[in-house]
């Protein structure tokens, strides 16, 4: 069945703009999980969402990074007034969070280049 | 936090040889161990991953050990071919239940097989 998919694939933009990224979770996933992968470095922790619970948003790096999951499926990214450090590849995962089930299936990612 | 530290950060070998990773972690409570391939230009694929309750696991070429004593685990390729080229991350998590799975990922190490 098709995977997790995200778009766009890649995002220029000038220092300051919004950006928004945009993330299909697999159809019945409950979980869903925002990453940061840094240039040659390993996976960060942004944000996580598990039902209709409230979103663990521990790892978000600062106050101009949000997200939101609609209807429990779809979820965006938001970066405001966006900095060179932003630039990085962003993934999202999806998981069934179920009894011993944890794998988390990843999207191919989102490479944001703030210029 | 925890932390994940991975080494080595690249590593070459001859096709038909053998590939160990090794991961240390720093919360004794993390009691999932997954470890992830990712290609170039896509998301990270899960290769095997291991639970505290267990000390090895293994999936045809691939094995996976645990010390919890030492708070490290280890990613041993056999056989080695050249589509085992990739970079691959350990990660660690307390996996609770309702309570998701933030992965924390080491840095990476990048695999080359050579013919």
């Known amino acids: 069945g098709a995977g997790v998919s995200q778009s766009p694939s890649n995002k220029v933009t000038e220092k300051g703009k919004d950006v928004e990224l945009r993330c299909d979770p697999i159809?019945?996933?409950?979980?869903l999980y925002w990453y940061r992968q840094s240039l040659g470095q390993g996976l960060e922790f942004l944000i996580y969402?598990?039902?209709?619970?409230?979103?663990?948003k521990s790892g978000l790096p600062s106050d101009r990074f949000s997200a939101e999951r609609t209807g429990g499926s779809v979820s965006t990214l938001t970066i405001q007034r966006t900095q060179q450090e932003d630039s990085a590849v962003y993934l999202c995962a999806s998981s069934l969070d179920r009894g011993q089930s944890n794998e988390q299936f990843f999207g191919p990612g989102t490479r944001l280049t703030v210029l | 936090g925890e932390n994940v530290e991975q080494h080595p950060s690249t590593l070459s070998v001859q096709e038909g040889d053998s590939a160990v990773i090794k991961c240390t972690y720093s919360d004794s409570a993390s009691n999932y161990f997954p470890w992830y391939k990712q290609e170039l230009g896509k998301g990270p694929q899960l290769i095997i991953d291991i639970r505290s309750n267990v000390g090895e696991k293994k999936d045809q070429r691939i094995a996976v050990t645990l010390n919890k004593t030492a708070k490290h685990f280890s990613l041993h390729i056999t056989e080695t071919q050249p589509e085992d080229s990739a970079v691959y991350f350990c990660?660690?998590?307390?996996?609770?239940?309702?309570?998701?799975?933030?992965?924390?990922f080491g840095g990476g190490t990048r695999v080359l097989v050579k013919p």
């Open positions: 990660a660690a998590s307390i996996s609770i239940k309702a309570a998701g799975n933030k992965l924390t």
């Open positions: 159809s019945g996933h409950t979980a």
């Open positions: 969402f598990q039902g209709n619970s409230a979103p663990d």
